[in-house]
């Protein structure tokens, strides 16, 4: 116990003329906020360690890293080293972690990605449609009728009466995906035909008055699949950064 204590004494950083002690710098970091991000980058390379990568997968890593940053030449290259106080083994070890990072994701929910999309596209399917609010029933009353009878038109009655942006839009809204909008909207579009015009409905605070214009059904390109992997692949690590938050905070209290 006394040579833990003396060991938690002894400085392991300086930064101008101020000596940190292991004691130290656990409170620091949890003062500027920087904890989280350390438990991150520790929880990935945990993950990450297995994965193995061929010398054509390194060379391919540092390609793609030098795409990312738009380093197109070996001055370029060199310029960016020097400006990000890097040298080319670090560079080289940031672009194979990262390609690292990209095959984890891979090998942990590639496999069933596709159902995955199935228990999202509900969401992720985009509508566009026309949409009237106003806080006053009588007026909603009002416009439906109109618009049943085609007195006026929807774009007309919305420049008119409407109290939300979609006012300067002449009603329109959208694309945009169903998990965006409020579920009960939602849910009523989702039941709509397209033209379909649809009754005055309380939606919290409003009376609204929707017309399904588009139903756009997702289709699980290689953009999406890439959006579906990081999102499995971002539940996944603040699952696991949260998973620590007890030790975290055990910690700082020792430590404090």
């Keep these: 116990m006394a040579t833990q204590i003396k060991n938690n004494m002894m400085p392991v950083l300086q930064v101008g003329d101020r000596k940190l002690t292991a004691t130290e710098v656990l409170p620091l970091l949890a003062k500027y906020q920087m904890l989280p991000l350390l438990i991150k980058e520790v929880v990935l390379d945990q993950a990450i360690a297995p994965i193995q990568c061929t010398p054509q997968e ?146 919290e605070n409003w009376i609204v008055i929707v017309r399904l214009e588009k139903l756009l059904l997702v289709q699980l390109d290689h953009a999406l699949r890439q959006r579906l992997l990081n999102e499995r692949f971002n539940s996944w690590l603040q699952a696991e950064i949260a998973a620590q938050n007890c030790q975290i905070r055990q910690l700082e209290h020792i430590t404090i």
């Design 58 to 203: 390194e060379k391919l890593a540092c390609e793609q890293l030098a795409q990312q940053y738009q380093i197109t030449s070996d001055d370029v290259y060199q310029r960016w080293l020097e400006q990000n106080n890097m040298s080319a083994e670090q560079f080289a070890a940031l672009a194979i972690r990262q390609f690292k990072i990209e095959k984890y994701k891979q090998i942990t929910w590639g496999g069933d990605l596709d159902s995955y999309f199935f228990q999202r596209k509900p969401q992720l399917d985009r509508v566009v449609y026309s949409l009237i609010r106003t806080a006053d029933i009588g007026i909603a009353q009002e416009i439906y009728f109109r618009l049943q009878a085609g007195e006026q038109s929807f774009a007309e009655l919305a420049r008119e009466y409407s109290q939300g942006p979609e006012a300067q839009t002449n009603g329109l809204v959208g694309p945009v995906e169903l998990q965006a909008i409020h579920p009960v909207l939602a849910r009523i579009l989702t039941t709509s035909q397209p033209q379909q015009l649809l009754p005055p409905t309380q939606l």
